[in-house]
Nanobody, 125 residues
């Protein structure tokens, strides 16, 4: 059974930065495309970014684009998302997701088979 565990969520001041981590077990991590989504209070969950199994292909979208960087360490079965210049609108639960397809350009939630429980990011002064 594939398990995804996010960590790194925190209370951050506007303009600050944060790195979220997602550790994966139960499947060969280096074969998985990894994605990050977020859900703000009262809003639908939205796609943030994805990274292909090699780490060479990345897709960013949404309001956080330009302030988000994905990376992965296949030896540690972990994907990272660095967020900079955080804004109050970035406040959300951030979810890690995984899929077996190597194509990382599809941002749809339905394309991801495995999900973590989420980690809370709050941006506030």
């Amino acid at each position: 059974q594939v398990q995804l565990v996010e960590s790194g969520g925190d209370l951050v001041q506007p303009g600050g930065s944060l790195t979220l981590s997602c550790s994966v077990s139960g499947r060969t991590f280096s074969t998985l495309t990894m994605g990050w989504f977020r859900q703000a209070p009262g809003k639908e969950r939205e796609f943030v970014a994805a990274i292909n199994p090699t780490g060479l292909g990345k897709n960013y979208a949404g309001p956080a684009q330009g302030r988000v960087t994905l990376s992965r360490d296949n030896a540690k079965n972990t994907v990272y998302m660095n967020l900079i210049n955080l804004k109050p609108d970035d406040t959300a639960i951030y979810y890690c997701a995984a899929k077996t397809e190597t194509w990382y350009g599809d941002p749809s939630q339905a394309s991801y088979a495995y999900w973590g429980q989420g980690t809370q990011v709050t941006v506030s002064s």
